[in-house]
């Protein structure tokens, strides 16, 4: 700030409205006026380097810039400033011009006598158009997303006298960055860090393109420095290159790069980017993408509690050689150890979930999976200075992440795998995607495999492997679900993202089709019930088929349910999670009497079931157009119910000839609004045509058909065979 102050010139002018100024030594871009108890104009804005002079009126009097008189406390100006007192004149006497170089707020006053009090004070606001109001202008290309970020978090300092300089990454940058942490630009703003690395992109002082050479060292704001390099001609700073230059600011100025820069003492990403970017991780990286649990790696709970997201995590990292050692054990390949049935497992058993850095350990420790379905802890022990888990050293403990911490070793830890051979032999699960069709792939559906209601595999396709294929044990006389799930149960119309490229296919030890569902353009289904090696029945299967009426969002019954008593006594729950159609079966002996309870879900009008005996009559059926479907109770199997007519069923269609293998014909009193014919696997069939009260089904290969009759009053179901 510079002073130029004149005690004894006088001015000849004319106050305010009539009065002009003569003196040409007045160099001053502002004026303003002193008398008696005032400053005019008593609030002033100014740009950087202009000067303002004081012309004294009226009366004795000083401009006070440094102590506040009222107070006595310090003004705090960006600089301080101070006219000594002088005797005013009618004329005009110039007291001072002051040139005001730094951007900022200036309070002053007259400190003479009671002046003060009676309001002689003052206010001057140097207004610099800085780095922040640069951003503002949105006149730097391709950078509006960085800078809402820079002025909303760094807006004192980018207002500050300087001078600074700004590598600023434009918004591709800003975006590559918020996809490595899975964050959108609303949550990156709030990533814990992230003003300490936008700290990291301020250098202390002014540095235009033509002041920047290779190997130059700058001081950053954070306290890190920046290092200057040359690369084809192209100036980098810390390996991101410059690609426009020098947006200048009264307190510094801009420069547009490529990359975002960050300080070395920060964490890595996520426990997933740790993996991702380790060359001695590649196949863990696989089995982890292969698992599915990139998301779920990928969470950021260092953010903001409230968002309650999982985590965090401790990885126990196997490498890549722990892999090739285990593949060689098993005698299989690496490609068939990611893609094998259990890489679910072994991936579960290295995850825990908690952060657990090595002060965190101790002798004798049980640390458990983040997964309790594979029910897996691990042991950590300690010899002198080396850390165990399960018996395997880590090698490399504590890299830092910003959901938990990796430690790295070089053996896999064996989960508790279930066995693969049971008393009915192994089973194998066949899981495809069938290519020509729009699919997203297996990503978030799975097929549960339960074994009397127990949840023994949850398998998804693979994405370099098609077909997927799982085996696993099954003993006599257990009950399998085979049950098409999603990643968020709880909310039903996820399924609408489930595609028919997908299907399944399960075989008994002999190799015999079981069940198959999802092919020929059909969504996958559940089913329920399927006998493993099961002791002879004096009756035999109860079928049941739950329908979903509303096919748009292919959500089942959204949680409804039927509950199974068999001779009163509770046998089981039915659910229908997923799909338009589903089956279960209901094992029976002569006399059995069975309750179907149907418990409702959200859309209950949109539900129907019907109920086959075992030899195939149609024995009940709950399929109105109008209402939801009740509960069937007290139904008496073998041998007293066989047919429809026992269980008062109104049905107003029949078919004939059963079997058949050309025609089938139907009779109807009423009106028929649509037919179907629907597998033995629940898919529906369309090589038959319908003509009037006829069925053409000579290209239906042999087997057992349900033809599905929409009329007027109704759905009916009518089953019947094809011999060809």
Not at 310 to 338: C, K, N
Request: charged share 15%.
């Amino acid at each position: 700030m510079n002073f130029r102050i004149f005690t004894n010139s006088i001015v000849f002018a004319f106050l305010l409205p009539f009065l002009t100024f003569a003196n040409p030594t007045i160099t001053a871009d502002h004026t303003i006026l002193v008398s008696n108890y005032s400053f005019t104009p008593s609030e002033l804005t100014i740009a950087p380097g202009e000067t303002v002079a004081f012309i004294n009126v009226e009366g004795l009097h000083n401009v006070n810039g440094i102590t506040n008189t009222l107070t006595g406390v310090l003004f705090n100006n960006p600089e301080d400033f101070f006219i000594p007192e002088i005797d005013g004149s009618p004329i005009g006497v110039l007291m001072g011009e002051i040139t005001f170089d730094q951007p900022g707020t200036y309070q002053y006053d007259c400190s003479i006598g009671f002046h003060a009090q009676l309001g002689m004070v003052g206010t001057i606001v140097v207004d610099a158009f800085t780095i922040t109001d640069l951003l503002i202008t949105d006149s730097i290309p391709d950078t509006s997303l960085p800078g809402i970020a820079f002025r909303t978090l760094l807006d004192s300092l980018l207002d500050s006298n300087g001078p600074l300089t700004l590598f600023l990454p434009n918004t591709s940058a800003v975006i590559e960055v918020g996809d490595l942490l899975n964050l959108n630009q609303f949550d990156l703003l709030a990533f814990v860090d992230l003003p300490s690395v936008l700290e990291y992109h301020v250098a202390d002082g002014l540095w235009l393109a033509d002041d920047l050479e290779a190997g130059m060292s700058l001081a950053t704001i954070y306290g890190q420095n920046l290092t200057v390099a040359e690369t084809g001609g192209v100036l980098q700073i810390d390996e991101a290159s410059i690609i426009s230059t020098n947006y200048l600011a009264d307190n510094g100025v801009v420069h547009v790069i490529d990359k975002c820069l960050a300080p070395s003492d920060l964490p890595q990403a996520t426990v997933w980017d740790i993996i991702k970017e380790s060359d001695n991780h590649q196949l863990f990286e696989e089995a982890i993408i292969n698992t599915e649990l990139v998301d779920l790696l990928r969470a950021q709970n260092d953010l903001d509690p409230s968002l309650d997201l999982p985590g965090p995590f401790t990885l126990f990292a196997p490498t890549d050689d722990a892999f090739e050692a285990y593949s060689q054990q098993l005698g299989i390949t690496t490609a068939e150890l990611v893609a094998g049935q259990f890489v679910d497992d072994i991936v579960k058993a290295h995850i825990i979930g908690s952060k657990k850095q090595s002060t965190d350990l101790f002798n004798g420790q049980q640390l458990p999976s983040y997964f309790f379905e594979i029910n897996q802890t691990n042991l950590i022990t300690i010899i002198g200075d080396t850390i165990f888990v399960e018996g395997i050293p880590i090698q490399v403990a504590d890299v830092q992440s910003y959901n938990g911490v990796v430690h790295v070793i070089d053996e896999i830890i064996l989960p508790d795998l279930p066995a693969l051979e049971g008393t009915c032999g192994t089973w194998k699960l066949l899981l495809e995607e069938e290519f020509g069709y729009y699919s997203e792939g297996w990503e978030g559906i799975f097929i549960d495999v339960r074994i009397n209601g127990e949840l023994i595999s949850k398998e998804s396709g693979f994405v370099n492997t098609n077909p997927s294929s799982f085996e696993f044990g099954v003993d006599e006389e257990s009950v399998i679900d085979i049950v098409v799930n999603v990643d968020d149960v709880t909310d039903p119309f996820n399924n609408f993202f489930i595609t028919p490229a997908l299907n399944y296919k399960l075989y008994d030890p002999n190799n015999n089709l079981i069940y198959s569902s999802g092919e020929s353009g059909e969504l996958m289904s559940s089913v329920y019930g399927l006998d493993a090696c099961g002791a002879p029945l004096s009756c035999g299967f109860v079928e049941i088929q739950m329908f979903d009426g509303f096919p748009n969002f292919t959500n089942g019954w959204d949680f409804g349910r039927i509950n199974v008593d068999i001779n009163d006594n509770f046998y089981r729950t039915i659910p229908f999670v997923y799909g338009e159609f589903q089956k279960a079966f209901i094992p029976t002996n002569n006399g059995d009497i069975i309750d179907f309870n149907y418990i409702p879900g959200v859309q209950s009008n949109e539900d129907s079931y019907v109920i086959y005996a075992p030899d195939g009559t149609l024995i009940a059926s709950q399929a109105s157009a109008s209402e939801p479907p009740k509960s069937v109770l007290d139904l008496l199997i073998c041998p007293e119910v066989t047919s429809v007519n026992n269980q008062s069923i109104e049905l107003f269609t029949s078919i004939f000839p059963n079997p058949t293998s050309n025609e089938l014909y139907i009779k109807s009193d009423i009106e028929i609004l649509e037919v179907e014919i629907i597998n033995a696997f629940g898919q529906r069939t369309y090589n038959a045509t319908y003509d009037n009260m006829a069925l053409d089904v000579a290209n239906l290969g042999s087997g057992t058909y349900i033809l599905k009759v929409q009329t007027v009053n109704g759905l009916e179901f009518h089953k019947f065979s094809v011999l060809q």
